[in-house]
Structures are given as structure tokens and as C-alpha cells.
T-cell receptor, first 112, second 114 residues
Framework: DQQVKQNSPSLSVQEGRISILNCDYTNSMFDYFLWYKKYPAEGPTFLISISSIKDKNEDGRFTVFLNKSAKHLSLHIVPSQPGDSAVYFCAANSENTDKLIFGTGTRLQVFP | EPEVTQTPSHQVTQMGQEVILRCVPISNHLYFYWYRQILGQKVEFLVSFYNNEISEKSEIFDDQFSVERPDGSNFTLKIRSTKLEDSAMYFC????????????FGDGTRLSIL
């Protein structure tokens, strides 16, 4: 099931700089997109979401951009902090299903 | 902040034995879910539950699996006769609605089948 793809398994960013995590999807029925952060030995923690009627949603240092024509979304973290180091998952959902479809995750490392 | 809690954090079971994983969803949520993550693989959906019945299940969720909400707070996943390939992290989640609202996850139960 490759409906949601995160093609970069890892990303390394200096503290204070912008982190950009990318996600592509193939199912045009997806209407709702989410980003989760996961630390080792913990469950996914919800970060931010966006509905398909929008192209941008912002919450503090986190902004999600949605490009429906390209079936692409991205998460921007500005400024990046060492505590942001974690695995980030994008997930998608559509109105006719309960389930979230997850990507494989991108491991973000923020170094001083 | 309200959170989803799961017990136990780690369960070791002999193959063929029954196992019950427990979850306490966020108290005012109405939709409950189980997901699993096999080591090195994606988080994958197992089942959703609403109004005391299964609303959706994946092909993974076969007759060996069952879910129950035995009281007003707990939500359980039972695996009747465990197999080696059931070894995984099992995550419970809950949400206020089944769409356009985030699902909030617990910290998971690591299930190890010997």
C-alpha cells in the first residue's frame, strides 16, 4: 500500500534553520491530512492537520502546505530546535473511511 | 492534556496463547481505533469502533482478532491464538469524530510472541 509516500528517510538540519519535510500521495479521494511526531518508545503525537479545502495551515512554528494538483504536502518547522528531533509521519484520510493511511516516516535530526 | 493510555507497555506471550491489550481512550471521544506497526514497517490500520460496534476493519483483522468496550472507559483488543507474525507495536487511538478531526494515539503495547 503505497498511497502515502515519504521519500526522504532522514533529514539533518541545524538549530534555528528551517526544516522541510515532504509527503506525496496518490489517492485523489484523500480529504484530510495530518502530521505526527514520534519519539522512541512513544506513540505518534498529533502535530498539525489540513483539510483539502485549504492550502496552508499554521500553528506556531509549524506550517503545513497542501498542493492538491501535485498531490503533495509539506511540513515546515521554523525555527528548528533540538527537541524537534524525532520521526515525522504524514497521514491521510478520506470521508468514506475511518482509517488513517501513514507514510513510512522521516527521521529529523536537529543539531546545535 | 487528556491522553490515551495503554497497558501493558510490553507483553510477552507464547505462540498460540490468547492476549488482551487494553486501552483507555480520551473520555469524551466517540471513535476508537487499533493500529499496529511491525518493526521497520508502516503504521497500519486494524479496526475502528463506534457506538459499540466495529465500523471498519482491515484485511489484517481476521477471525483471530476481536475488540470490545466492556465498560464506559476501556477499549480492548484480543488476539485469540497468537502467531509469531503478530509481534508488533499495537497502538490504540481515539477521536471525537471519524473525519476532519485528529486521532490521538497512546504510547503503544509492544507484543512479543515467542
Amino acid at each position: 500500500d503505497q498511497q502515502v509516500k515519504q521519500n526522504s528517510p532522514s533529514l539533518s538540519v541545524q538549530e534555528g534553520r528551517i526544516s522541510i519535510l515532504n509527503c506525496d500521495y496518490t489517492n485523489s479521494m484523500f480529504d484530510y491530512f495530518l502530521w505526527y511526531k514520534k519519539y522512541p518508545a512513544e506513540g505518534p503525537t498529533f502535530l498539525i492537520s489540513i483539510s483539502s479545502i485549504k492550502d496552508k495551515n499554521e500553528d506556531g512554528r509549524f506550517t503545513v502546505f497542501l498542493n492538491k494538483s501535485a498531490k503533495h504536502l509539506s511540513l515546515h518547522i521554523v525555527p528548528s530546535q533540538p527537541g524537534d528531533s524525532a520521526v515525522y509521519f504524514c497521514a491521510a484520510n478520506s470521508e468514506n473511511t475511518d482509517k488513517l493511511i501513514f507514510g513510512t516516516g522521516t527521521r529529523l535530526q536537529v543539531f546545535p | 492534556e487528556p491522553e490515551v493510555t495503554q497497558t501493558p507497555s510490553h507483553q510477552v506471550t507464547q505462540m498460540g496463547q490468547e492476549v488482551i491489550l487494553r486501552c483507555v481512550p480520551i473520555s469524551n471521544h466517540l471513535y476508537f481505533y487499533w493500529y499496529r506497526q511491525i518493526l521497520g514497517q508502516k503504521v497500519e490500520f486494524l479496526v475502528s469502533f463506534y457506538n459499540n460496534e466495529i465500523s471498519e476493519k482491515s484485511e489484517i483483522f481476521d477471525d483471530q482478532f476481536s475488540v470490545e468496550r466492556p465498560d464506559g472507559s476501556n477499549f480492548t483488543l484480543k488476539i485469540r491464538s497468537t502467531k509469531l507474525e503478530d509481534s508488533a507495536m499495537y497502538f490504540c487511538a481515539s477521536s471525537g469524530q471519524n473525519f476532519n478531526q485528529p486521532q490521538h494515539f497512546g504510547d503503544g503495547t509492544r507484543l512479543s510472541i515467542l
